[in-house]
């Protein structure tokens, strides 16, 4: 009795997975059309540290505005924004280094980078 319950269960439990798996082969299912004319407008641009830089090393936000960040790229110099990373521009462009391990703010200072 109990070999005849455990296959009436298995059946029970196979039946709908195969169901759901009895697409044929080869078929895939109705796909809606992408109409590219919306992309047509979009253009590459850089737009911060994690766009073209790759990865970050350190983050230090300014402790009297949470929306200034400071972010220190490995391949990439420091990137600023004022408002809360919507977006970035570079402060570190023209010095004779490239990649930064770290930033910090003073805490007395926060205008001192």
Known sequence: MKKILLYLLTFALIIPAESVFSQRRGQSPAKTPIDTKLFNNLKFRNIGPAFM??????????????????????????????????????????????ATGCVTIDPNNPHTI
């Open 53 to 98: 830089s790759g990865r970050i090393s350190d983050l230090a936000i300014d402790p009297t505005n949470e929306n200034i960040w400071y972010v220190a790229v490995s391949s990439g110099g420091v990137w600023k924004t004022i408002n809360a990373g919507t977006t970035f521009t570079p402060v570190f462009d023209d010095q004779s280094v490239f």
